[in-house]
C-alpha cells in the first residue's frame, strides 16, 4: 500500500483525464494552425480587415461593420475586436493566426462548460468532437465574423452556467457568482452580435434568468443589464444612423424576403446534418467540383453518419440525466436552424456555426450514455471505442483530403478562393514599391475583391495604391510604380498599355489564371488619340481638367487627380450644345472612385459621345448621386477660379476646328 502511494500522482484518473483535455487541445491546434497559410483571404475579410486596420490606426471609429447578405449593417463588435491584433501587426496572416488561436480557446472553454454541466467523461467526449470536426475547422481559418463569435458565445453560456443555473452549488454569496451574474448577459449579447443567425440564441439568457431566479442579485442584474446596454449601443447607434440616411434599409430588406413565399425547406435540416457528422466539405469548399472533391475522401467516410443516431441518443440522454440543462442543450443545437425550416431567407451553413458545439456537446452525450449502458460488457464498451475513434480519424482524413484539394485545384468562387499563400509572393514583390496599380475587373471597395485585398495586404508598405478597371480609365501615376493584373482583368487595349518587358508571374492554382506584375520607372507613353491640353480647370474637391479629345464617337477627357478620398464616388458627364444654347449630346459615367487617387496622377476617362457638326460648346461636370433619401438629387462639384472662389458648376470649353 505504501508503494501505491508513493506512485506519482500523474497515475490518478483525475491526472490522466487532463492530461486527455491537453492532448485534445494539442490536437485542436494542430488542425486549425497546420498549413495556417493555406487560408482564405477574399472580399468579405479584406473588408474586415480595412476597417479593423482603420480602428487601430485611429483613422475612423466604425459604429457598423461590413453589410450582411440582406443589405443591413452587421454589428461592429467583429472590428473592435480584429482591431487588437491589428494593432500589433497589420499582416493579415498574423490576425488569421490569432483567429486560430481563438478559436482553440474555444475548444478549452466546451470543455470546461460541458465538465461542469454533464460531467468529465461526457467533456473530454464533447470536446474531442468539437475539436477534429471539419467544420469547426474550417470555421475558425478565415478574418470573418462568423469566424469569432462561438467562443464569446461558449464563454457567455459557462458565465449563465455558473451564475444562475449553479449558483447554489457554488454558494450564492461566493465573489464568483455575483461576477457570473455581471457578465454573463453582456459577453453572451456581444457574441451574438457577431452575425444575424446567432441571434436565436438570445433565448438563453431568460432561460438561465429563470433557473436562477431564487438566487440573483439585484445589484448583480443592475450591473448586467447596463454593461448590456453599453456592449449594444454603438451598433444601435450606427444602425440609427443608417436608417437616417437610408429608412427604408430594413423594410426594403424584408420585401426582398417575402418576394418569394416562404415555404418548407430541408436545407436547413440538412446543414446542421452536416455540420454534426462532419460531412459534405465539398459543398462549401468547391461547389462547382463536388464529385471530384469527395472522391478524395476515404470511401470509409459514411460512417461518419452514425454521429446523427449518436446526437439523438443524446437529446435522450439529456432529458434523462440532466433535465435542468436540457432545453438549453437543444436550443443551442436546433434552434437556429429550426427557426428556418420554413426557409424566409436563403440557407447558408455558416448560420448555424455556434450550434456545432452544441451538436458535438450532445454527441459526447450520447456515446456516454452508450458506455454506461455497456458496461456490464466490455466487448461493446470496446467496440464502442473503437467506432468512435475509426470516426474522429475519417473526420480528419477528410479535412486533410480537401486541404490538399483546393491548395492544388483552381477553385472558382463561391469555393475556395485563392489561398493566402499564393498571395504572399506577389505581396512580397510589391512591398518595395512606393506606388502600386491593380488592373482588375473592378473598384469598389464594397464589391470587388482585389480592391479590399490588396489595399490591407500592403498596408504599411506602399504609399499608394490603386485599383483601375482598364476598360474606358487609364492612369498614369507621377512616379515609377509596379502594375498587377489580376486573373480577372478584362482583356483590351487599355491594359496593353500597362504591359512591358519586365513582366514577373506569380501562378495561383492548376487551372487557373496568374497574376502578372510589370515594373515601370516612369508612366507608360500614350499612344492614342492626341490631347487637346485646357489651362487647368481645378474643381473644390481638388480634382482638375487638364484636357480633351475626341476619337470617332467616344470622347476622352484628361483629369489632375489630388490625394486619396475615401468615399468621394462621383460622377462626370459631358454635354454639347449648339450656337443657341440648345443641349444636343450628353455623356454622364462613373468617375474614377475617390478611394483610388493618389496626389498628381494624370487620369483618362472615355465614353461615347458623338460630335455634331453643329455643336459649338462642350460642357464638363462633376456631380454626386443622392442617397436613398436625397435619390434622384444631382450634387454638382463647385468650380473654383484662380482665387479659390467658385465660379460655377461646369468647365465651358468652345470647341474649335479641328476637335473632331
Known amino acids: 500500500m505504501r508503494l501505491l502511494d508513493r506512485m506519482p500522482r500523474a497515475w490518478h484518473p483525475d491526472n490522466r483525464r487532463e492530461l486527455g483535455v491537453a492532448l485534445i487541445i494539442l490536437l ?73 488561436l481563438w478559436n482553440v480557446l474555444g475548444v478549452a472553454l466546451l470543455w470546461l462548460l460541458a465538465r461542469r454541466c454533464c460531467g468529465k467523461r461526457v467533456a473530454l467526449l464533447a470536446a474531442l468532437c468539437y475539436a477534429v470536426n471539419p467544420w469547426a475547422v474550417i470555421f475558425s481559418r478565415k478574418i470573418w465574423a462568423q469566424e469569432l463569435h462561438s467562443p464569446f458565445i461558449l464563454l457567455g453560456f459557462l458565465l449563465l452556467l455558473q451564475g444562475f443555473w449553479q449558483a447554489r452549488e457554488a454558494g450564492p454569496g461566493r465573489r464568483s457568482v455575483f461576477l457570473a451574474q455581471c457578465l454573463g448577459m453582456p459577453v453572451l449579447i456581444i457574441g451574438l452580435q457577431f452575425h444575424f443567425a446567432s441571434w436565436p440564441l438570445a433565448l438563453v439568457i431568460p432561460i438561465a434568468l429563470w433557473q436562477g431566479r431564487k438566487r440573483i442579485s439585484a445589484g448583480a442584474l443592475i450591473i448586467a443589464l447596463a454593461l448590456s446596454i453599453i456592449v449594444c449601443a454603438p451598433y444601435m447607434l450606427g444602425l440609427t444612423q443608417t436608417l437616417a440616411s437610408d429608412p427604408w434599409r430594413i423594410s426594403d430588406a424584408l420585401a426582398r424576403s417575402a418576394e418569394s413565399a416562404p415555404q418548407f425547406s430541408s436545407a436547413s435540416i440538412a446543414a446542421v446534418g452536416r455540420l454534426a457528422t462532419g ?29 446523427i443516431p449518436l446526437t439523438v441518443i443524446g437529446v435522450v440522454a439529456a432529458f434523462l440525466r440532466y433535465r435542468r440543462f436540457a432545453v438549453f442543450m437543444l436550443i443551442w443545437a436546433f434552434l437556429p436552424g429550426a427557426l428556418l425550416l420554413v426557409e424566409w431567407t436563403p440557407v447558408y451553413i455558416h448560420y448555424f456555426i455556434p450550434s456545432i458545439p452544441g451538436l458535438a456537446l450532445l454527441i459526447g452525450l450520447g456515446l456516454d450514455h452508450i458506455l454506461r449502458r455497456a458496461a456490464p460488457h466490455r466487448p461493446l464498451q470496446v467496440a464502442a471505442w473503437l467506432l468512435f475513434a475509426l470516426i474522429l480519424a475519417l473526420q480528419i482524413q477528410a479535412w486533410s483530403a480537401a486541404l490538399d484539394f483546393v491548395a492544388r485545384r483552381q477553385v472558382d468562387y463561391p469555393g475556395f478562393t485563392t489561398p493566402l499563400a499564393k498571395l504572399l509572393p506577389l505581396r512580397e514583390a510589391l512591398a518595395r514599391f512606393d506606388d502600386v496599380l491593380v488592373l482588375a475587373a473592378g473598384m469598389a471597395w464594397n464589391l470587388h475583391h482585389e480592391v479590399a485585398v490588396w489595399d490591407t495586404l500592403l498596408w504599411d508598405d506602399v504609399t499608394c495604391i490603386r485599383t483601375l478597371v482598364p476598360r474606358r480609365y487609364a492612369v498614369f501615376p507621377s512616379q515609377p510604380f509596379a502594375a498587377i493584373i489580376a486573373p480577372d482583368a478584362p482583356q483590351g487595349p487599355l491594359i496593353d498599355l500597362y504591359r512591358n518587358e519586365s513582366a514577373r508571374t506569380f501562378p495561383t492554382r492548376e487551372g487557373g489564371d496568374d497574376y502578372v506584375l510589370h515594373e515601370w520607372l516612369g508612366p507608360p507613353t500614350w499612344s492614342g488619340v492626341r490631347i487637346r491640353a485646357l489651362a487647368p480647370q481645378r474643381f473644390i474637391n481638388g480634382v482638375q481638367l487638364t484636357g480633351y479629345a475626341w476619337d470617332d464617337d ?10 486619396r478620398q475615401v468615399g468621394e464616388d462621383l460622377q462626370f458627364s459631358a454635354q454639347l450644345y449648339d450656337a443657341q444654347g440648345e443641349r444636343i449630346a450628353q455623356l454622364d459615367a462613373r468617375f474614377w472612385h475617390g478611394r483610388h487617387w493618389c496626389e498628381g496622377d494624370r487620369l483618362l476617362t472615355f465614353g461615347a459621345l458623338n460630335l455634331h457638326e453643329e455643336a459649338s460648346t462642350l460642357k464638363v461636370a462633376l456631380y454626386k448621386l443622392g442617397n436613398r433619401v436625397d435619390q434622384g438629387r444631382v450634387f454638382n462639384i463647385e468650380l473654383l477660379d484662380e482665387l479659390g472662389n467658385p465660379k460655377g458648376q461646369s468647365v465651358d470649353i468652345p470647341l474649335e476646328e479641328g476637335d473632331a
Not at 493555406?38 to 476597417?51: C, G, I, N
Not at 469548399?285 to 470509409?300: I, M, N, V
Request: proline share 8%; no cysteine; aromatic share 8%.
Open 28 to 100: 485542436a491546434a494542430a488542425l486549425r494552425l497546420g498549413r495556417g497559410d493555406l487560408v482564405e483571404y477574399f472580399h468579405d475579410d479584406a473588408m474586415l480587415a480595412t476597417l479593423a486596420l482603420e480602428l487601430a490606426d485611429g483613422i475612423r471609429f466604425p459604429l457598423t461593420g461590413i453589410l450582411s447578405s440582406t443589405g443591413i449593417p452587421n454589428s461592429p463588435v467583429s472590428v473592435y475586436f480584429l482591431a487588437l491584433p491589428f494593432a500589433l501587426s497589420s499582416d493579415p496572416a498574423v490576425v488569421i493566426h490569432f483567429i486560430m
Open 279 to 307: 460531412s459534405g466539405l465539398e459543398t462549401w469548399l468547391a461547389p462547382d467540383q463536388t464529385e471530384a472533391l469527395a472522391s478524395a475522401y476515404s470511401p470509409l467516410l459514411p460512417v461518419t453518419l452514425l454521429l
Open 554 to 563: 467616344e470622347i476622352a477627357l484628361e483629369w489632375r487627380l489630388p490625394a
